[in-house]
């Protein structure tokens, strides 16, 4: 079983940048192994996919975080990060962290993941 906590969400002006962080926990090498994304839902929209990252650490965008978002691991933390540079009022939403339990990712689609966090809001001015 894995546990994921997100942190790091807030106000910021559009333009500017925000790291969001997941913290992983569960069992030994679970992390480092998994298939790990970053997706975010706003008011009265379907959750959609962000960004997710190989068991391996290959990275993959969805087109609206493509050349914005970076997503990357700490393998000795635990902990998986989502970088947002050059944010819009578009990016506001609830931000959530997800792990397969395979090390390949099967593209951006929620439903090939099976764990999830909480999630951590972001909010973007105008």
């Known amino acids: 079983q894995v546990q994921l906590v997100e942190s790091g969400g807030g106000s910021v002006q559009a333009g500017g940048s925000l790291t969001l962080t997941c913290a992983a926990s569960?069992?030994?090498?679970?992390?480092?192994?998994?298939?790990m994304g970053w997706f975010r839902q706003a008011a009265g929209k379907d959750r959609e996919g962000v960004a997710i990252?190989?068991?391996?650490?290959?990275?993959s965008y969805a087109d609206s975080g493509e050349g914005r978002f970076t997503i990357y691991k700490d393998f000795t933390k635990n902990k998986m990060y989502l970088r947002l540079n050059s944010t819009r009022t578009d990016d506001t939403a609830m931000y959530y962290c997800?792990?397969?339990?395979?090390?390949?990712?099967?593209?951006?689609?929620?439903?090939?993941?099976?764990?999830w966090g909480q999630g951590t809001q972001v909010f973007v001015s105008a």
């Open positions: 997800a792990a397969r339990r395979l090390s390949s990712c099967s593209g951006l689609a929620v439903s090939t993941f099976d764990y």
């Open positions: 569960g069992a030994p090498g679970s992390f480092a192994t998994q298939c």
């Open positions: 990252i190989s068991g391996s650490g290959i990275p």
